[in-house]
T-cell receptor
Framework: GEDVEQSLFLSVREGDSSVINCTYT??????LYWYKQEPGAGLQLLTY???NMDMKQDQRLTVLLNKKDKHLSLRIADTQTGDSAIYFC???????????WGAGTKLIIKP | KAGVTQTPRYLIKTRGQQVTLSCSPI?????VSWYQQTPGQGLQFLFE???????NKGNFPGRFSGRQFSNSRSEMNVSTLELGDSALYLC????????????????FGPGTRLTVL
């Protein structure tokens, strides 16, 4: 079945850029999403990218999509302590109308 | 607009019992999806309801069931609880049903933390 993989942890220094990576297996995905989950809070949509795009930028966030390698990344520029959270990659599977989720990457900010 | 609400927020049950979780979507949203979240495993899709009909179902046993009411509120039921059912259960609502080629933002509730002893 479809699989979405992410590293479980990423540690960066405050002020540096964070790059969270995600790989998936279903090539027919039309929409790919990044969600953020903070402790005690619900999941919040950060950004998304349509499959015919290579890049999308939204303020400090940059999403890169490499369809050939089935690789999605989220770059957070100038990482702040408020960016500490778990970041989930989710891929919409056209074949069964389901969102398939990665296990989430916990972003740890070092002072 | 009020966000997605889920009740109860925390629940402790013992093996063999059954449990009902409730979700109230954002006003005007007609689609409700349920997910199970466990540490290190991400979210696993349970089912999606739209206009009181189950449109889609994930790979969970028949002990997991749900329904949606005419006001779009949804309930999820788990019967004969097992230790492995301990998880955070998330509900998400969206305006329309999930569809191919259609951007569809899901808005999540805070979840119900179920612990099975």
């Amino acid at each position: 079945g479809e699989d979405v993989e992410q590293s479980l942890f990423l540690s960066v220094r405050e002020g540096d850029s964070s790059v969270i990576n995600c790989t998936y297996t279903d090539s027919s995905s039309t929409y790919l999403y990044w969600y953020k989950q903070e402790p005690g809070a619900g999941l919040q949509l950060l950004t998304y990218i349509f499959s015919n795009m290579d890049m999308k930028q939204d303020q400090r966030l940059t999403v890169l999509l490499n369809k050939k390698d089935k690789h999605l990344s989220l770059r957070i520029a100038d990482t702040q302590t408020g960016d500490s959270a778990i970041y989930f990659c989710a891929v919409f599977m056209d074949s069964n109308y389901q969102l398939i989720w990665g296990a989430g990457t916990k972003l740890i900010i070092k002072p | 607009k009020a966000g997605v609400t889920q009740t109860p927020r925390y629940l402790i049950k013992t093996r063999g019992q059954q449990v009902t979780l409730s979700c109230s979507p954002i006003s005007g949203h007609r689609s409700v999806s349920w997910y199970q979240q466990t540490p290190g495993q991400g979210l696993q899709f349970l089912f999606e309801y739209f206009s009181e009909t189950q449109r889609n179902k994930g790979n969970f046993p028949g002990r997991f069931s749900g329904r949606q009411f005419s006001n779009s509120r949804s309930e999820m039921n788990v019967s004969t609880l097992e230790l492995g059912d301990s998880a955070l259960y998330l509900c998400a609502s969206s305006l329309e049903a999930v569809a191919i080629g259609s951007y569809n933002e899901q808005f999540f509730g805070p979840g119900t933390r179920l612990t099975v002893l």
